[in-house]
C-alpha cells in the first residue's frame, strides 16, 4: 500500500490532508517518551518529533504543543529526560499520547529509573536515555 501525494489536492494545489498524513505515517522515526518531574509530580508525553541538530554542541530538538501540561511544566523546571522505545513498547507510546490521561500515577505501572542529572523518569527497556537542559 503507499500514499501519492498530488492526487488529492484543493485549488492552490496543497495536498489532501488525508492524503498528506497517509504519506507522513509511513516515515521512519524514533518514538520517545519525555519526561519531567515538578512539585513532586511526573509529566511524561509521546513524542516522535524528537532529533539531533548537532553534536557539538550537542543539541537536539523537540517540538511540543504549546498548551500542553508537559510543556508548561518543561518550561518551569527547564530539564527533561528521552527514552528511545524499542519495538515492543508500543502500548506506552500509545499510552503516554493518550489526552487527558491522569497526571497522578501515570508512571505507575511503567518500570523506570532517575536520571542524575535532571530527576527525570526514565523508563527501563528503552534503547537509549538522553538527559535534557533546555537553553
Not at 499520547?97 to 530527576?119: E, K, N
Amino acid at each position: 500500500m503507499s500514499a501519492h501525494l498530488g492526487r488529492g489536492t484543493d485549488a492552490s494545489g496543497a495536498p489532501d490532508p488525508t492524503d498528506f498524513r497517509s504519506a507522513m505515517k509511513r516515515l521512519p522515526s524514533g518514538v520517545t517518551i519525555l519526561t519531567t518531574h515538578r512539585d513532586g509530580a511526573d509529566h511524561a508525553m509521546t513524542a516522535d518529533s524528537f532529533v539531533s541538530v548537532s553534536l557539538d554542541p550537542v543539541l537536539v530538538l523537540v517540538c511540543i504543543q504549546r498548551t500542553s501540561r508537559f510543556c508548561e511544566a518543561v518550561l518551569t523546571t527547564r530539564l527533561f529526560g528521552v527514552s528511545v522505545l524499542a519495538g515492543d513498547q508500543e502500548d506506552l507510546s500509545r499510552w503516554f499520547a493518550t489526552p487527558g490521561r491522569p497526571l497522578a500515577g501515570q508512571l505507575d505501572q511503567t518500570p523506570y529509573s532517575r536520571g542524575a542529572h535532571t530527576g527525570a523518569a526514565l523508563l527501563d527497556g528503552a534503547l537509549a536515555h538522553v538527559e535534557c537542559r533546555v537553553s
